[in-house]
C-alpha cells in the first residue's frame, strides 16, 4: 500500500509540475503583457503538507519544471504571524521549507502563496504584473477598480469584488497584508477571493485549476483595458451593487463559472 500512496503522490506532483509549466508559458507570452524578465510567480498545492511554487529570478516565459521548487506548508505559516524577522530569517526559513535540499530557492513571494493556497478550494496561483491593470494600480483609481465591476463576464471569471491591498514592501510584510486584507474580504462577502489587487505592484489571480487562474487573469487585463479607455469618454460606469450580485447568484452564470474552473 506504501508503494501505491508514494506512486499517486509522484503522479500528482508530476501533474501539477507540468500545469504550472503550460501556464507559466501562457501568462509570459509576449502579446499578453503581463509580465517579462523575472517578474511573477506561480504555484500549486501537491497536498495537505506541500506545495510547488517557482523559483527566484526563474522567467515565466522560459519556465523549467527544473525551475519549480517543492516545498512544505508547515514551517511557513507561523511566519504570517512574526514580527521584525531580518531578511536573512526570512531567507533561512524559505530554503529550510525545501523537500529537496539541492533545489533552487523559493520566490521571496512564496509566503503569500502558501497563505492562499491555504484557501478553500484553491490548487492553482499565479501572480503578474499585467501592463493596463497596472496602469490603474498606480492610479487614484486603484481601489475603486478593485471594489466594483464594469460588465458580467468580469463577475463570472474574477468574482464580485477583488481584494484591494493597499502598496506594502514586498516579501513577509505583504504577505501579512494579503492575509489582512483577505480576512476582510471573507467577512464582508463571505467567499474566497478569485483575484487580489496590490497597489503600485500588480495582480494575483486563485483559483481550482490552472486554466481558471489564466482566465482570471486575462479578463482583469481586458476589464483594465476597457476601464482606461471609459476613463477616456467620461470615466467608467461601473455595475450598480444589486446589479453585480445579481450576476453573481444567477444559475446560468454560476454554470459558466463552473465550466471555465474545469
Not at 504570517?80 to 530569517?89: G, N
Amino acid at each position: 500500500m506504501g508503494g501505491i500512496k508514494r506512486a499517486l503522490q509522484e503522479n500528482r506532483i508530476q501533474e501539477k509540475r507540468s500545469a504550472l509549466v503550460d501556464l507559466s508559458h501562457e501568462l509570459g507570452r509576449q502579446e499578453h503583457s503581463l509580465a517579462i524578465l523575472g517578474e511573477g510567480n506561480v504555484s500549486a498545492r501537491v497536498s495537505e503538507d506541500t506545495f510547488i511554487v517557482k523559483a527566484s529570478g526563474s522567467s515565466l516565459t522560459t519556465l523549467q519544471e527544473s525551475d519549480l521548487v517543492h516545498c512544505n506548508i508547515k514551517p511557513l505559516l507561523p511566519l504570517l504571524d512574526a514580527k521584525d524577522l531580518t531578511d536573512e530569517e526570512i531567507e533561512r526559513a524559505l530554503l529550510a521549507s525545501r523537500v529537496d535540499s539541492k533545489s533552487k530557492k523559493p520566490s521571496i513571494e512564496t509566503l503569500f502563496h502558501v497563505y492562499l493556497l491555504g484557501l478553500g478550494g484553491i490548487e492553482f496561483i499565479a501572480h503578474t504584473h499585467p501592463q493596463t491593470v497596472n496602469q490603474i494600480l498606480c492610479s487614484p483609481m486603484a481601489q475603486a477598480f478593485a471594489e466594483h465591476r464594469l460588465y458580467p463576464d468580469q463577475i463570472v471569471y474574477c468574482g464580485l469584488a477583488s481584494v484591494f491591498v493597499p502598496y506594502t514592501d514586498p516579501g513577509l510584510r505583504l504577505a501579512q497584508a494579503i492575509h489582512h486584507e483577505t480576512q476582510s474580504f471573507q467577512k464582508k462577502y463571505r467567499d474566497t477571493p478569485l483575484t487580489v489587487l496590490l497597489e503600485n505592484h500588480g495582480l494575483i489571480t486563485l483559483g481550482p485549476t490552472a486554466q481558471a487562474v489564466l482566465a482570471a487573469t486575462l479578463m482583469m487585463e481586458k476589464s483594465a483595458k476597457i476601464f482606461v479607455g471609459a476613463a477616456g469618454l467620461a470615466g467608467a460606469k461601473f455595475l450598480s451593487d444589486e446589479s453585480a450580485r445579481r450576476i453573481a447568484r444567477r444559475p446560468d452564470e454560476e454554470y459558466r463559472r463552473r465550466l471555465a474552473q474545469s
